[in-house]
């Protein structure tokens, strides 16, 4: 099966929310590096998926005016491609020549993906389930993956293990095979 890895909206855009929070983004980097390490080494596409909002304000951190749309800088990629999305879906993203990230996995005889970025819950969940409900096999490494804590309305307090956790109870077997980064290119 022609696999490709997307790395989902790992971008500078992030580190400017009031959110952002380090404790976890070393051993994030080190896990999603060595997957596209292992991707670009095996030959499988390495794809680069930015979040970005239509406004032009440069106070907003995912407006390309804001210089923020860029790669976290201690990421090393070299991606086969890079699109841009103003929605949680990456499938929907386009790249320059106005193609989705869908018509390139299918122009691109891609079966199965690789779900790797910034937020574990949202983007990289959303993705996964649309990539899924469109035929493809989804291999989702939740290491390399990163998220924030939450509270809900209800006003519980979620830390990203927990938001992980579930994450995987809601995918596993469903939408996608949940493993650790070290097994995704053989899973």
């Excluded at 006003?155 to 980064?181: C, M, N, W």
Aim: glycine share 6%; proline share 5%; hydrophobic share 40%.
């Amino acid at each position: 099966m022609k696999q490709a890895l997307i790395v989902i909206d790992v971008q500078d855009s992030f580190r400017q929310r009031p959110f952002w929070d380090e404790t976890e983004y070393p051993a994030f980097v080190a896990q999603i590096q060595g997957l596209i390490d292992s991707a670009t080494a095996q030959g499988i596409p390495v794809l680069q998926v930015f979040h970005t909002s239509p406004s032009d304000d440069p106070a907003n951190p995912f407006s390309l005016a804001s210089g923020h749309v860029k790669t976290l800088k201690e990421l090393r990629i070299a991606p086969a491609a890079v699109f841009h999305k103003t929605v949680h879906s990456s499938l929907y993203a386009k790249g320059a020549d106005g193609a989705t990230l869908h018509d390139w996995l299918r122009d691109n005889g891609i079966e199965g993906i690789i779900v790797s970025g910034i937020r574990t819950e949202q983007c990289c969940e959303t993705t996964s389930r649309h990539a899924s409900d469109a035929g493809f096999k989804v291999v989702f490494p939740t290491d390399a993956t990163l998220t924030f804590a939450m509270q809900s309305p209800s006003g519980k307090h979620y830390s990203p293990a927990e938001i992980r956790d579930h994450t995987e109870l809601v995918l596993q077997g469903r939408f996608a095979r949940i493993v650790r980064a070290a097994d995704a290119l053989t899973a």
